[in-house]
């Protein structure tokens, strides 16, 4: 009998042979699997069984009757599972961690058996599995010559370190299997793939763009100090890869000057590829963009840019003959197999914790990367240890260099304060020439107005030509922006998360264009403006906050160092309360370090680093309600490295509890343009949605579900497509397109007229 694994999508054409899938699959994820570990086979040798073994289920005729049309369901990956244990003993952990791939090569990753869903677990898996004789006889006859009797075990520092092996070795079995059937069910796609300028190429177009950036910048203090970064940055390139630290007052150029480190960096030691984790979307829009448009110009395909709100230029079905179109940049993104990555911490961190393939499936990618972390102070409390453990074991076991870069360093180091902080990070700045950087780079007075009302911010708001004013929540942006323009004020805007992402990018270029002409610009906003984000106010007003994050506006303010001048940074204190428990923690002890201590010196590298110090130092000494690990609220770490049974590592239960920020959200298109409107009709009509959707990701805005079962109702926001997966907002007179984004007032406020259809 003739087995397949796969039937053409043209009628006619040849049907796949099971064992040439299979063969195809060993090979690949054998090569992607070699790269984990350089210099030794037996990661390769890993991922080749895997591949010979992930379709084993399909020697199965039931199977074979399902690809001749007949309508019945087969589970085929289980029975891969059952006979990696079986070769390679269920005493070993070698077995499990193969069946673990195996049988969630479609599903996902599953749980061992002492995870959440006990009906889905691995173990049960197996129990009820019934291997019809025809496998077994099969894979005897034409993949068992092809299995090694035995595999070697490497020595891990703990179960979670086994757990993210478990996972890359996963990556590069979901990668290979889904570019090998890719390659026979689709060869004009897989064409697309790959193109992409190399390391080489992108690092002396960056040197090109540099020298010519030096040539036009007019000598002040603060060029002096970018240079220098820039300089101890290519030094920094020639240490062997690790852990390093860039400490860089705002405005100090560390955005170029970490890409130089990283492509410098990599093409020394042999890297493969520059991985960006940015914490906002709106720094992510402007780094990429950076990147794009300057560094990389005239490079088709040099930055991957891997978020929620990102679309890639051209239409829907485009495919741009020089590499840039969006199916190519829908391919990379897939597995991230391009030269530069610009990507979220969300999608970072939670792709390294995620079950399903479509998540893991880079995974194998990020080896051998120079990962810039960037604003690294902003990694959420609740998850660090877990994100620190992550980022020790790839620069430990994977070969990563890790770069922190940030204005605020944090105490990530081990036992100052933290016991569980990464050890030997190498700082590129010198740590003993910090007061001296902060005093070369100071640009800004910081002082402390005390209480203030939304009257008395709008007048002061009102009485400065420009000045940018930095709140907590949506709610209280909202707020004064309207107390402003009932006061006529000119000039004025709005920025939130409200808004979005295509409405922020408008209202950022004229912000921009207005602070360039000396126009009156007065800018409310939450504070998303505050990392990253490329503006130059000369007053800045900031509600009490974390010291970080008074820091970051900061930035905001005096940009570029005007010589004689000094910005100036005006803390208030506000009634309003934000509700997040760690954005509350964090302003709280500012209060606390700058009590008794003159607000002049809050940008003070000694003061900054005791915000650190005592930021972490609290929370060690606290437990959550339930007793647990304040910094590992999810116990996503905790249940991974102690877990001590190979039969009940719980992948899927981690991965469905770990995110990096409140998930309790929904996305709702915004049909903000005509374009997008278009985009939205069609989505309606579509059976195969996903270029659409991709395009309509700058068109998103999240609210609260509790919010969204209330405007659902209403009528407001109504869920559409063919299987109402998309959710679109109807009534545009809930979207102010002129400054505040999507207003979700209680639609039980709407007058009887407005609720007239």
Same mark, same amino acid.
């Given at each position: 009998?003739?087995?397949?694994?796969?039937?053409?999508?043209?009628?006619?054409?040849?049907?796949?042979?099971?064992?040439?899938?299979?063969?195809?699959?060993?090979?690949?994820?054998?090569?992607?699997?070699?790269?984990?570990?350089?210099?030794?086979?037996?990661?390769?040798?890993?991922?080749?069984?895997?591949?010979?073994?992930?379709?084993?289920?399909?020697?199965?005729?039931?199977?074979?009757?399902?690809?001749?049309?007949?309508?019945?369901?087969?589970?085929?990956?289980?029975?891969?599972?059952?006979?990696?244990?079986?070769?390679?003993?269920?005493?070993?952990?070698?077995?499990?961690?193969?069946?673990?791939?195996?049988?969630?090569?479609?599903?996902?990753?599953?749980?061992?058996?002492? +995870? !959440?869903?006990?009906?889905? $677990? =691995?173990?049960?898996? @197996?129990?009820? %599995?019934?291997?019809? &004789?025809?496998? *077994?006889?099969?894979?005897?006859?034409?993949?068992?010559?092809?299995?090694?009797?035995?595999?070697?075990?490497?020595?891990?520092?703990?179960?979670?370190?086994?757990?993210?092996?478990?996972?890359?070795?996963?990556?590069?079995?979901?990668?290979?299997?889904?570019?090998?059937?890719?390659?026979?069910?689709?060869?004009?796609?897989?064409?697309?793939?790959?193109?992409?300028?190399?390391?080489?190429?992108?690092?002396?177009?960056?040197?090109?763009?540099?020298?010519?950036?030096?040539?036009?910048?007019?000598?002040?203090?603060?060029?002096?100090?970018?240079?220098?970064?820039?300089?101890?940055?290519?030094?920094?390139?020639?240490?062997?890869?690790?852990?390093?630290?860039?400490?860089?007052?705002?405005? +100090? !150029?560390?955005?170029?000057? $970490? =890409?130089?480190?990283? @492509?410098?960096? %990599?093409?020394?030691? &042999?890297?493969? *590829?520059?991985?960006?984790?940015?914490?906002?979307?709106?720094?992510?829009?402007?780094?990429?963009?950076?990147?794009?448009?300057?560094?990389?110009?005239?490079?088709?395909?040099?930055?991957?840019?891997?978020?929620?709100?990102?679309?890639?230029?051209?239409?829907?079905?485009?495919?741009?003959?020089?590499?840039?179109?969006?199916?190519?940049?829908?391919?990379?993104?897939?597995?991230?197999?391009?030269?530069?990555?610009?990507?979220?911490?969300?999608?970072?961190?939670?792709?390294?914790?995620?079950?399903?393939?479509?998540?893991?499936?880079?995974?194998?990618?990020?080896?051998?990367?120079?990962?810039?972390?960037?604003?690294?102070?902003?990694?959420?409390?609740?998850?660090?240890?877990?994100?620190?453990?992550?980022?020790?074991?790839?620069?430990?076991?994977?070969?990563?260099?890790?770069?922190?870069?940030?204005?605020?360093?944090?105490?990530?180091?081990?036992?100052?304060?933290?016991?569980?902080?990464?050890?030997?990070?190498?700082?590129?700045?010198?740590?003993?020439?910090?007061?001296?950087?902060?005093?070369?780079?100071?640009?800004?007075?910081?002082?402390?107005?005390?209480?203030?009302?939304?009257?008395?911010?709008?007048?002061?708001?009102?009485?400065?030509?420009?000045?940018?004013?930095?709140?907590?929540?949506?709610?209280?942006?909202?707020?004064?922006?309207?107390?402003?323009?009932?006061?006529?004020?000119?000039?004025?805007?709005?920025?939130?998360?409200?808004?979005?992402?295509?409405?922020?990018?408008?209202?950022?270029?004229?912000?921009?264009?207005?602070?360039?002409?000396?126009?009156?610009?007065?800018?409310?906003?939450?504070?998303?403006?505050?990392?990253?984000?490329?503006?130059?106010?000369?007053?800045?007003?900031?509600?009490?906050?974390?010291?970080?994050?008074?820091?970051?506006?900061?930035?905001?303010?005096?940009?570029?160092?005007?010589?004689?001048?000094?910005?100036?940074?005006?803390?208030?204190?506000?009634?309003?309360?934000?509700?997040?428990?760690?954005?509350?923690?964090?302003?709280?002890?500012?209060?606390?370090?700058?009590?008794?201590?003159?607000?002049?010196?809050?940008?003070?590298?000694?003061?900054?680093?005791?915000?650190?110090?005592?930021?972490?130092?609290?929370?060690?000494?606290?437990?959550?309600?339930?007793?647990?690990?304040?910094?590992?609220?999810?116990?996503?770490?905790?249940?991974?490295?102690?877990?001590?049974?190979?039969?009940?590592?719980?992948?899927?239960?981690?991965?469905?509890?770990?995110?990096?920020?409140?998930?309790?959200?929904?996305?709702?298109?915004?049909?903000?343009?005509?374009?997008?409107?278009?985009?939205?009709?069609?989505?309606?009509?579509?059976?195969?949605?996903?270029?659409?959707?991709?395009?309509?990701?700058?068109?998103?805005?999240?609210?609260?579900?509790?919010?969204?079962?209330?405007?659902?109702?209403?009528?407001?926001?109504?869920?559409?497509?063919?299987?109402?997966?998309?959710?679109?907002?109807?009534?545009?007179?809930?979207?102010?397109?002129?400054?505040?984004?999507?207003?979700?007032?209680?639609?039980?406020?709407?007058?009887?007229?407005?609720?007239?259809?």
């Amino acid at each position: 009998m003739a087995w397949y694994a796969h039937t053409p999508k043209i009628p006619g054409d040849p049907w796949e042979p099971l064992r040439e899938h299979l063969l195809r699959v060993a090979a690949r994820a054998e090569g992607f699997a070699a790269v984990l570990f350089p210099g030794s086979a037996w990661a390769g040798a890993w991922a080749r069984v895997l591949g010979l073994l992930h379709d084993a289920g399909k020697y199965a005729e039931a199977f074979q009757r399902l690809l001749n049309g007949e309508n019945i369901r087969i589970d085929h990956s289980t029975a891969g599972a059952v006979l990696a244990l079986e070769r390679y003993g269920k005493d070993s952990p070698v077995g499990w961690l193969l069946a673990y791939a195996v049988a969630g090569h479609h599903a996902g990753l599953p749980d061992g058996g002492m +995870g !959440g869903n006990e009906g889905a $677990s =691995l173990t049960v898996r @197996l129990r009820k %599995a019934k291997l019809p &004789g025809s496998v *077994r006889a099969e894979v005897l006859r034409e993949i068992g010559p092809l299995l090694p009797a035995e595999l070697p075990l490497p020595t891990f520092v703990d179960w979670f370190a086994v757990a993210l092996f478990a996972r890359m070795i996963f990556s590069c079995l979901t990668d290979a299997d889904a570019l090998a059937t890719e390659g026979y069910s689709d060869p004009e796609q897989a064409a697309l793939r790959g193109g992409q300028p190399d390391l080489p190429t992108l690092a002396a177009a960056l040197r090109m763009h540099l020298v010519g950036k030096a040539a036009k910048a007019t000598p002040s203090d603060v060029n002096r100090i970018r240079t220098e970064v820039l300089e101890r940055c290519r030094d920094a390139a020639a240490l062997p890869p690790g852990l390093f630290s860039l400490a860089v007052p705002t405005g +100090g !150029g560390k955005t170029l000057s $970490s =890409l130089s480190f990283a @492509l410098e960096h %990599a093409q020394r030691h &042999g890297l493969r *590829r520059v991985i960006y984790v940015i914490p906002y979307l709106s720094i992510i829009e402007q780094t990429a963009e950076t990147f794009r448009e300057d560094a990389f110009a005239g490079l088709p395909g040099a930055v991957l840019e891997h978020h929620s709100a990102y679309a890639p230029p051209g239409g829907f079905d485009d495919r741009d003959e020089e590499g840039v179109g969006p199916d190519r940049h829908k391919l990379a993104s897939e597995n991230w197999d391009s030269p530069v990555t610009v990507t979220t911490a969300v999608q970072f961190f939670e792709s390294f914790f995620a079950a399903r393939p479509s998540r893991c499936r880079k995974l194998h990618n990020v080896a051998r990367s120079v990962i810039v972390l960037d604003e690294a102070q902003l990694l959420p409390l609740p998850h660090l240890r877990p994100c620190l453990a992550l980022l020790d074991a790839l620069a430990r076991d994977y070969g990563c260099t890790i770069l922190l870069s940030t204005a605020t360093q944090p105490a990530l180091d081990r036992d100052r304060p933290l016991a569980f902080g990464l050890t030997g990070i190498r700082p590129i700045m010198p740590e003993d020439g910090a007061p001296a950087l902060h005093k070369a780079m100071e640009r800004v007075t910081v002082e402390h107005a005390g209480l203030l009302d939304d009257e008395a911010l709008a007048d002061r708001m009102r009485n400065a030509t420009q000045a940018l004013c930095v709140l907590d929540t949506r709610g209280h942006a909202a707020d004064l922006y309207r107390a402003l323009r009932d006061r006529e004020v000119e000039g004025l805007y709005h920025l939130s998360a409200a808004m979005c992402a295509e409405h922020r990018s408008t209202v950022l270029a004229a912000i921009r264009a207005d602070l360039a002409e000396g126009r009156p610009c007065r800018v409310v906003s939450t504070q998303l403006v505050e990392a990253g984000v490329d503006v130059d106010f000369p007053l800045v007003l900031r509600a009490m906050a974390g010291l970080d994050s008074i820091i970051q506006s900061a930035g905001r303010c005096n940009r570029e160092g005007r010589p004689g001048l000094f910005g100036r940074v005006v803390v208030f204190d506000t009634a309003r309360r934000n509700g997040l428990s760690d954005l509350n923690r964090r302003r709280d002890l500012t209060r606390e370090i700058m009590d008794g201590r003159p607000w002049d010196r809050a940008l003070h590298p000694d003061v900054i680093a005791t915000y650190f110090r005592r930021l972490y130092s609290a929370d060690k000494r606290k437990r959550t309600a339930s007793g647990g690990d304040p910094y590992d609220r999810t116990e996503a770490w905790s249940r991974l490295a102690t877990t001590n049974r190979r039969d009940a590592i719980p992948f899927r239960a981690v991965a469905a509890d770990f995110h990096l920020i409140d998930n309790d959200q929904a996305a709702v298109i915004v049909p903000y343009t005509e374009e997008a409107q278009r985009w939205a009709d069609a989505l309606r009509a579509t059976e195969r949605p996903g270029a659409i959707a991709r395009k309509l990701q700058r068109f998103i805005v999240t609210i609260p579900r509790g919010q969204l079962a209330q405007l659902m109702v209403a009528g407001i926001v109504k869920a559409i497509g063919e299987h109402g997966q998309f959710l679109l907002l109807t009534d545009l007179s809930y979207y102010d397109d002129a400054a505040l984004g999507l207003v979700t007032r209680d639609p039980r406020d709407r007058t009887e007229v407005e609720n007239v259809v």
